[in-house]
């Protein structure tokens, strides 16, 4: 009797799974097209604390040289000089080897204004190891000093305000959450 | 074909021999299905068959090249003929040249019987079934050639379960033939369709249940002949590699696949024509060529109607082992199959004219599965539109 148990089987387990199939001709997609078929850019997707590719802004560098002594493997090199004359400190170098970096964010916490931070980028693939170092100083820059009455060159103060909102959230996470 | 010609040469006054004619004819238009037809419609076969699963697995497919990645086959096809032709030291040289060329020449040579239309078709054969089922065992003997030529214990395998898979199931596809031909009365490909009509009641399948279950049998034979899932043993990815085919690179590989799809079309072709009447359409015109193109047009739908379900069945049945091959073959096909050949006989003696009734009533059976069929698929979609979210996935 198992024989005809067997055959009945057969049919309908088939008849389920065709059906199951079949269903799928009507459901969408889960294909996400990375990176040129996207509604939107995945790097707009990611969360604001993503720890993507380190970026500077010079604007509000204040040239401390926290960051450099913070990151463990030395992936940042800082040349920061006095000018004798304005007394002001002169940044000539600020490379970053992102061939080195292993985005732990420990560069970014201490930062004072926010100035280095990670952005949600990550396609960084280049052909040699040496176009992987950023290089932020152009020409040499005069570092960003606070002023006590507060920041009013138009400029800055969204930059400012971007960095003061990076470290609210990013260095001082637990900070947020309470 | 034959018809086509002298039509021809009685409007013509060139002083061609009719025998000439007749071999120019049959020799033109088989260059023209194998080149025009044949070659390219395995390649979209091969792009149609990744977009099925694809669609099935919840993937987009091939879609770069070409409007929905339609023209994939073409680079497919380009980049192989560009490869190296790897030919193993240790192989048997001629042997493995050779074996490619057979297992293609086994299913092209099926195409000589297949009809297209009323009166497209490369040859009426008297023998046509017989014939086609006769040349398509030749891919056995390709495969099994390709496996022993490797020397490599994987191809090794893999032509050896090919050899004893196709043998096997030539007898349940061959006895569930002979409902057909039983009521027919004829082994020609075009005889039998002309033997059934334009409407389903008409058609072989709904004759009786024997023949209706000589359908079921058939198309299953036919998926295990032409090495498909769920009885792909002799490519079997998962244990062989890629079985016969896993020492074979560019073309030559490529040529295998291309016998596979084709494969394909040859079981949708005889699964239409046997069973489904085939390029049958209403005559609702007295105008040949159109008739001829309604023609074409019935018969490729209905084969590419099955050709769809074998893709569609690969991507929802897992393998079978060999075990169960073997089993599934003797223990229930070759019997069913003997039952089917016997029942359709008896059918015939005791209601020599058919009973519309009965036909009638298989219609409707089938009709009533494929509406539970939708009503499945219905729950099946409904039950899974919580999960389709594509935010799910990607935030927006």
């Known amino acids: ?178 | 074909m034959q018809g086509f010609i002298d039509s021809l040469l009685a409007t013509t006054t060139t002083g061609l021999s009719r025998e000439l004619a007749y071999l120019g004819g049959m020799i033109g238009f088989g260059a023209l299905v194998v080149f025009g037809f044949i070659l390219p419609m395995a390649g979209i076969t091969s792009w149609l068959e990744r977009r099925v699963w694809a669609k099935i697995q919840s993937r987009v497919g091939p879609n770069r090249v070409g409007p929905g990645g339609f023209l994939q086959w073409l680079a497919d096809g380009l980049k192989n003929l560009l490869k190296e032709d790897v030919i193993p030291e240790a192989a048997d040289p001629t042997l493995f040249r050779l074996a490619p060329y057979i297992v293609v020449a086994g299913f092209v040579a099926a195409f000589v019987a297949i009809p297209f239309a009323g009166s497209l078709i490369i040859a009426d054969l008297n023998i046509g079934i017989l014939y086609i089922s006769a040349v398509t065992s030749l891919v056995v003997v390709g495969i099994l050639m390709a496996g022993w030529s490797s020397n490599n214990r994987w191809s090794m395998l893999g032509g050896i379960r090919s050899a004893s898979q196709i043998i096997s199931y030539e007898i349940p596809a061959g006895l569930s033939v002979f409902p057909v031909v039983l009521l027919s009365g004829t082994l020609s490909m075009q005889g039998i369709i002309e033997n059934q009509g334009w409407a389903p009641v008409d058609w072989h399948m709904f004759h009786s249940p024997f023949t209706l279950a000589a359908f079921l049998m058939s198309y299953i034979a036919l998926l295990a002949e032409g090495n498909r899932t769920p009885f792909d043993l002799p490519e079997a990815e998962s244990e062989l590699v890629a079985g016969f085919a896993t020492e074979y690179s560019g073309m030559r590989s490529l040529l295998f696949f291309l016998a596979e799809w084709g494969n394909l079309y040859v079981i949708g072709a005889i699964m239409a024509t046997l069973f489904m009447g085939g390029w049958q359409v209403p005559a609702f015109t007295d105008n040949v060529v159109l008739l001829t193109v309604a023609q074409f047009g019935m018969f490729f739908a209905k084969t590419y109607f099955w050709v769809f379900v074998a893709m569609w069945i690969r991507a929802t049945l897992p393998r079978v082992r060999v075990d169960q091959l073997m089993s599934l073959c003797w223990k229930y096909m070759v019997p069913i199959a003997m039952v089917n050949m016997f029942g359709t006989a008896l059918v015939m003696v005791v209601i020599p004219e058919g009973s519309r009734l009965m036909s009638y009533a298989l219609c409707g059976l089938m009709l009533f599965g494929l509406v539970r069929f939708g009503r499945r698929v219905n729950y099946h979609l409904k039950r899974s539109r919580r999960y389709d979210t594509v935010g799910a996935i990607m935030p927006v």
């Not at chain 1, 590719?53 to 800082?78: F, H, K, S, W, Y």
């Not at chain 1, 002169?90 to 926010?114: H, N, Q, W």
């Open chain 1, 1 to 178: 009797m198992s024989y005809i148990g067997n055959i009945t089987d057969t049919f309908s387990s088939i008849f389920e799974g065709m059906s199951i199939t079949f269903s799928q001709f009507f459901r969408p997609a889960y294909t996400v097209q990375y990176p040129d078929r996207m509604p939107v850019r995945v790097q707009d997707t990611l969360p604001y604390r993503y720890r993507g590719i380190l970026e500077v802004d010079l604007e509000i560098c204040t040239g401390c040289l926290a960051c450099e002594r913070a990151c463990p493997i030395n992936c940042i090199v800082i040349d920061a000089e006095k000018n004798k004359e304005t007394k002001a400190l002169v940044l000539k170098r600020f490379d970053i080897d992102m061939a080195k970096c292993m985005y732990c964010g420990l560069c970014s916490e201490p930062c004072p204004t926010g100035s280095i931070h990670h952005t949600r980028e990550f396609e960084g693939s280049d052909y040699s190891l040496e176009s992987l170092v950023r290089r932020f100083v152009k020409v040499p820059v005069d570092a960003y000093k606070p002023k006590k009455t507060g920041e009013n060159d138009p400029a800055i103060v969204p930059i400012l305000e971007r960095g003061m909102r990076y470290i609210e959230e990013f260095a001082q996470p637990e900070k947020k959450a309470s």
